[in-house]
């Protein structure tokens, strides 16, 4: 297939609603859990749009799943300081911090006029910036008449195959680490999203 012929697939196409779960991931993926954010997934739209995704919200206050459980649960997987999974690209996939794919996704970000929200202090290829700048071109597709061309069409294509086809798999082999029902949710949520998102591509790789 070559760049530019899609033939009548358009991986842009409801560009709004797919910007707001790659966001909302994004979000769960980069951070533990604060007191906001709890509350909104507890109840309200944020809560009603996370569980149409097949994520499971965290528990109401009076459970033993605290928000001291979870923030717990997300250090203990993620940050470590000892037996952590960190979900980062270039570990996952060369061992190291800061390799391959962390230079490729800042000359990426780099060559964009999109405003991206991803975290600073993390890698460039962390799930969550990841997550993020995707979320971010399906955004500025959705609001912005001249980002709807060929070129970013293609670069949505490249930036999803080569920096988010392997997070399903990533999810999967998390999925048993978690203490709490609400992270083992996420990598769920986040395995069957993207795994659906990875079926649009007809080039995409097949995940292990």
Do not use: K
């Given at each position: ?7 009548q697939?358009?991986?842009l196409?409801?560009?709004g609603r797919r ?5 909302l991931?994004a ?7 604060d007191t906001?954010?709890?509350?909104a997934?507890r109840g309200?739209?944020?809560?009603r749009a996370?569980?149409?995704?097949g994520g ?7 459970s ?19 037996g952590h999974?960190p979900?980062?690209?270039s ?5 190291r ?14 060559g964009?006029n ?12 962390h ?5 993020a ?18 070129d ?6 490249g930036?999803?195959l ?9 999810a ?5 680490r ?5 992270y ?6 986040t395995d ?13 790789p097949?995940?292990?």
């Open positions: 297939m070559s760049p530019h012929d899609h033939g697939f358009s991986p196409a409801d560009a910007s707001g779960v790659y966001h991931l979000r769960l993926w980069i951070q533990e859990l906001e954010l709890l509350e997934l309200g739209g944020l809560g996370y569980h149409a995704a499971i919200p965290p528990a109401t206050p009076d033993s799943q605290t928000l001291d459980d979870l923030q717990i649960d997300y250090c203990r997987l993620f940050i470590g300081p000892q999974h979900p980062v690209q570990i996952w996939q060369e061992g911090f800061e390799g391959n794919a962390a230079a490729a996704l800042r000359r990426i970000v780099d964009l999109i405003d991206t929200p991803c975290d600073a202090s993390l890698p460039h290829d799930i969550g910036n990841i997550l700048l995707i979320g971010s071109l399906l955004m500025a597709v959705d609001t912005r008449p001249e980002c709807r061309d060929a970013l069409q293609d670069l949505f294509v930036l999803f080569e920096h988010a086809a392997w997070i399903p798999e990533f999967r082999s998390s999925s048993p978690c203490d709490t029902e609400f083992r949710g996420l990598m769920s949520v069957r999203f993207l795994t659906q998102e990875t079926a649009l591509f007809p080039t995409a097949t995940s292990a």
